[in-house]
């Protein structure tokens, strides 16, 4: 950080502390710049959510997702990072040094990764607003110990479907998978575990059309969508698993987005703002990877120490 009077310039300040964030905090910090980081409300993003990752090179075992987001923390803390607790509510991108207004405070910084991540969609039908919480769940690290011996329903087609429904399985009596195709997105190896899992069974071809229930869930209504014909399935739990939303929308006034919400980045992940970068699932519509959400964040990182430094010259 720099001194200006009595007013404290940060050299780097990061938002967010998944995998881009901490990578880009550790990045940063042994280049010497002391980032800031504000972590928002979950350390690890949605890493620190994941039962268990099999695919971070390192670990030919898998790794829990919440340790691997406290070794990501510790590693970059280790060469000086400093986490703050807070969330930013307001930034002002107008001239440099850049604002970032906070819960607690205000501050300045001549540099600004963005790694905020994504948040899980909501199907938007009814009942899921009323029974969150009461049997509707977007986490089943978090909430599937409550479904012990009990039936639970799942949607979507994709890994994050297929990964949470096998993780089901190990406190459930039954997890049905409803997709709305008759093929899955997911990769192939976890296919292939849903598949064989008896615990697991698909419904094909299908939506959802409300969820029901009276203290917490009972049943979802279905509908098939090529025979138009409706039914009932009795469950205890209810869990969405229908892809992301880039958290955004902070940023809506001052960078620029794609029409998903997505930040646009040039091939070294800087915004259409000197000085702001981002990284990770805020601006990344292909990949989303714990590898490549920590590998842009890494190219962030050399990306601000490059430009503070050739602005220093
Ligand atoms: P995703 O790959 O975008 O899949 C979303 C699924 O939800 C799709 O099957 C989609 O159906 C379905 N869907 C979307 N909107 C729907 C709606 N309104 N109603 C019903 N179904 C709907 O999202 P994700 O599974 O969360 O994965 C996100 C990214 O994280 C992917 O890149 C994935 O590879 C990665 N990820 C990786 C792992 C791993 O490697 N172990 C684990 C989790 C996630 P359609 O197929 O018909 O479009």
């Not at 350390?43 to 099999?54: C, K, M, R, S």
């Amino acid at each position: 950080m720099v001194s200006e009077g009595s007013k404290i310039i940060e050299k780097v300040i990061i938002l967010g502390a998944g995998p881009a964030g901490l990578a880009a905090g550790l990045y940063t910090a042994r280049a010497d710049l002391s980032p800031l980081i504000f972590t928002g409300i979950q350390i690890g993003g949605q890493v620190a959510l994941t039962d268990w990752i099999e695919n971070y090179p390192g670990f030919p075992e898998g790794i829990g997702g919440n340790e691997l987001a406290e070794l990501f923390q510790k590693n970059a803390e280790r060469f000086g990072a400093r986490l703050e607790y807070d969330t930013a509510t307001e930034v002002d991108f107008s001239s440099r040094p850049f604002k970032i207004k906070t819960y607690s405070n205000s501050f300045e910084a001549q540099s600004l990764i963005i790694t905020t991540g994504a948040s899980p969609n909501k199907l938007n039908i009814p009942g899921e607003e009323e029974f969150r919480g009461k049997g509707v769940s977007y986490c089943a690290t978090c909430d599937g110990w409550f479904f012990k011996d009990k039936v639970v329903a799942v949607v979507g087609g994709g890994d994050s479907a297929l990964e949470e429904g096998l993780f089901l399985t190990r406190y459930a009596s039954s997890v049905k998978i409803i997709h709305r195709r008759d093929e899955l997105r997911g990769s192939a190896i976890l296919q292939e575990r849903a598949f064989n899992n008896p615990k697991i069974e698909f419904v094909w071809n299908t939506v959802v059309k409300e969820i029901k229930g009276g203290v917490g869930v009972e049943s979802v209504e279905l509908e098939n969508v090529k025979t138009g014909k409706r039914s009932q399935l009795a469950t205890d739990g209810f869990f969405v698993f229908i892809g992301h939303t880039p958290n955004t929308d902070l940023f809506k006034s001052q960078l620029e987005l794609d029409e998903k919400g997505y930040i646009v980045v040039d091939e070294r992940y800087r915004t259409n703002i000197p000085g702001v970068f981002a990284a990770g699932e805020a601006c990344d519509p292909l990949y989303r990877q714990v590898i490549t959400s920590a590998g842009m964040g890494a190219a962030t990182a050399i990306e601000a120490t490059r430009l503070l430094e050739k602005e220093s010259e």
